[in-house]
């Protein structure tokens, strides 16, 4: 419905001719159409017959919807989750070595990704477009390529070990050492086996001591090369906020005598704090479906130590042909992410509302101070003017 400006004199409603509402919609629709059978098609379908051999006995032979194939329950999940035996325990294994993996890749690739992201998007920077290539570049590389150079780089006898000794270092075999890097820092003080309360007790079939092995040497490999690859993407995520700042607030600050650090913590990063809620939810995301550089090096060894829950499902499902388990950890990873993306946002939003709530106190303060000496002033004022008065009486 259209209406025609009031300034004009006979002002009226315009009404669309009978039958224009439903034409446009279905047009929109038959636009949408394709889209959406391919959505159905491949997603939601797919979706639908996981959840359902999560919850059967399907045994891979045939249709998941035959005769043959029974509802058992929960029984899949109660394997995984609660009954001690070798699938809770790997499963406790993929949980403990992704979280390490999640805590030392999200926070370095994102203040990595920012940093480069201000490097290059400095006016005086000379070749920006070359270096914006060659951050980014690593991100478009196959990833295979990628597995088989960090796979020679961090053997035994690869690059990284002929570096490091050249500075009197013995480089560990990195993707054969299972040894966690916590307990070999405790290790160094001479702490070697953990205390009764944490051997004793556990969670998912590991112990607690176990839990706070810390991530592995092979571990730390993969961890490297994860960052080295996402940084350059989320780089390219920052510059646009990046240049959306204002070059007036930059000056502003430079006027005022800011250096270039405190610029940097005091306003570039919470003017783009948005950016970043999104590329530490994505981190999140990729980092607990990490996949294919465990499976190109190292398979989940060295005794499980890289083991990760999409790898897990994987190899449950085809390698050991227990597909209604390998489903269910499927979806056990998809219930996972979603409850630490939704802490971790609602960790950063309370931060967010904190650090708002004490700009606020600020200003409130500032504006309580201002109307104090405008007072003030305003009584000096009217002094200075009662007392001109009286001496011009007196004279």
Known sequence: MFVVPQGQRGARLLRPRPGEGWRDQLAGWLFCLPALVLVVLFLVIPIGLAAWVSVSNWDGIGSPLAAGVHWIGFANYKATLTEPGLA??????????????????????????????????????????FFRTAYYFPSITSSVAIAVVFAFLFSGTGTINAVLSFIGVHGPNWFTDPSGLIQDLLGAFGVRNGPAVLVNHGLLGISWWQWLAGPSVAMS???????????????LIFLPALYNISAEVEEAAQVDGASPWRQFWKITVPLVRPTMFLVLTLGLIGTWQVFDSIWLITAGNPEGTTLSPAFLAYQTSFSDQQWGQGAALAFLLFGLIIVVVLLARWWLWSREFTNDRRTLRGLRGATMAGGMGVAGGAVGAQAREAAGSDGNARQ
């Open 221 to 235: 490999a993969l961890i490297m090369l994860a960052i080295w690859t996402t940084s350059g993407t989320y780089m």
């Open 88 to 129: 809770q325990q790997l499963f406790g294994e993929s949980i403990r070595n992704t979280f390490y993996y999640a805590l030392f890749v999200v926070p370095i690739q994102t203040f990595l990704a920012l940093m480069l992201a201000v490097v290059v998007s400095r006016k005086g920077l000379v070749a920006r477009s």
